[in-house]
């Protein structure tokens, strides 16, 4: 026995390791490296939503950045209401005319916005596909094209986004290039004024009525409408400059 030990004695360390199988701690895989900051997305205050709304949206990618859209939202609003998106999946055919769009699993910034009067909702469109959809309340007198200043009609037609307004008496505003030069002929052919100032925009930053009038009720002077949250995400989406369509 003693010779036995003595033998087991002279191998190599390595030798005695052989046969034999041993407990260890694993060792700690090291922490993940988070490419750029960490920003924590607050809720969404009630103050920027309407009960009776709800949006389908896309989140923004990364190119282009829709922050780009947003240069002249003051900070403390974006800060407020960021994260009101919801994902979505599954819809990529474009739209045909007269047929309702599909959604994309895309997001970014919309290169169109599509209205559909008689489906209450706004598509923002890129490339032929819808990268979000939101649903809208018109005029008080939603049904046909608006023709003069006080008919509370929504208009119909090709415009475009010409203007912002951050200090609306509204939740944010986007000014329709209506009246083009043709709603001004006819108009002043009519002998009445075109009217103007349409604008796609949040709720009355002052209501005069209870939330659900404006959940449920067409309601404005001929403006589309969106609820706060939604606002918020077509404001960051919809460059100024592209074409809005308004199908009856």
């Not at 037609?157 to 002929?185: H, K, Q, T």
């Amino acid at each position: 026995m003693a010779g036995l030990f003595a033998a087991l004695a002279c191998l190599p360390l390595a030798s005695h390791a052989q046969g034999f199988s041993s407990v260890s701690a694993a060792p700690v895989p090291e922490r993940p490296v988070v490419q750029g900051p960490v920003v924590a997305q607050p809720p969404v205050p009630a103050a920027a939503q309407t009960q009776g709304f709800s949006s389908v949206s896309a989140p923004p990618a990364a190119d282009p950045p829709a922050a780009a859209a947003s240069a002249a939202m003051p900070a403390a609003t974006i800060s407020a209401v960021a994260g009101a998106f919801a994902s979505v999946s599954g819809m990529t055919r474009a739209p045909v005319s007269g047929e309702a769009p599909r959604l994309d699993a895309g997001g970014g910034l919309a290169d169109k916005v599509l209205v559909d009067k008689s489906e209450r909702l706004l598509y923002l469109m890129r490339r032929g596909q819808v990268i979000a959809q939101y649903p809208i309340k018109l005029g008080l007198n939603p049904y046909g094209h608006k023709q003069r200043e006080g008919d509370f009609r929504t208009p119909e037609g090709r415009y475009e986004l010409v203007r912002r307004n951050p200090a609306s008496r509204f939740f944010l505003s986007i000014e329709i290039s209506y009246p083009n030069r043709e709603d001004r002929a006819v108009a002043s052919e009519a002998g009445f004024r075109p009217g103007g100032l349409i604008m796609i925009h949040g709720q009355p930053n002052e209501p005069k009525k209870p939330p659900a009038y404006y959940a449920s009720k067409d309601w404005t002077d001929g403006c589309i409408a969106v609820s706060n949250a939604d606002m918020i995400d077509i404001w960051n989406r919809a460059p100024l400059g592209i074409p809005i369509e308004i199908r009856p």
